[in-house]
């Protein structure tokens, strides 16, 4: 059992838990927090764990791939949580003050504004690139999950997510 292994200190055996349980951890956790480097920060957080708590896994409970998978989960929901609650503190301190952070309207309607500028690129990929942009950033699927999910070889996937986000870059006007 690897993770016996790594609870040892083995570093060749935790190299190979990494290999097998790093694209599951970010994928999940990225569906849990969609922000990719929140994302990539609490996958690495998880990641450390399984070094530090190997020796707490038990085989009789279940695989090592769903203690895994759970410790990722929670970390990514505490991360959740921890923000929604920064986010109610804030909000509380705001209402206090009885001065608005920003100007409410104004962010909204940028925001609509963004939304619409990018749901107007969006349509302007083909439907094979917006397919793979959709699965891999909006329901944060990383590039392996796509391909494996629309049974395309993973270079082929790698293309079509460029030259989807190249053309994005283009129709919103940002410099590279």
Do not use: N
Request: hydrophobic share 40%; glycine share 6%.
């Amino acid at each position: 059992m690897l993770l016996t292994e790594v609870a040892r200190g083995d570093q060749g055996s935790f190299s190979r838990v990494y290999d097998a349980v790093s694209g599951p951890v970010l994928g999940l956790v990225r569906s849990v927090l969609r922000d990719p480097a929140q994302s990539e920060e609490v996958a690495q957080e998880v990641l450390i764990e399984v070094w530090r708590t190997a020796a707490r896994f038990r085989p009789d409970k279940g695989s090592a791939m769903t203690w895994v998978m759970t410790l990722a989960h929670r970390r990514a929901v505490d991360r959740v949580r921890s923000a929604q609650a920064r986010a109610e503190r804030e909000h509380k301190a705001a209402l206090l003050d009885r001065t608005p952070a920003y100007d409410d309207v104004t962010e909204q309607v940028e925001a609509r504004l963004e939304r619409q500028r990018v749901r107007r690129c969006l349509r302007a990929l083909t439907e094979l690139q917006r397919e793979a942009v959709t699965l891999a950033y909006y329901r944060g699927l990383t590039y392996r999950e796509v391909a494996q999910l629309l049974t395309l070889p993973l270079g082929t996937v790698k293309t079509r997510l460029r030259d989807g986000l190249i053309r994005l870059r283009d129709c919103l006007g940002v410099s590279a």
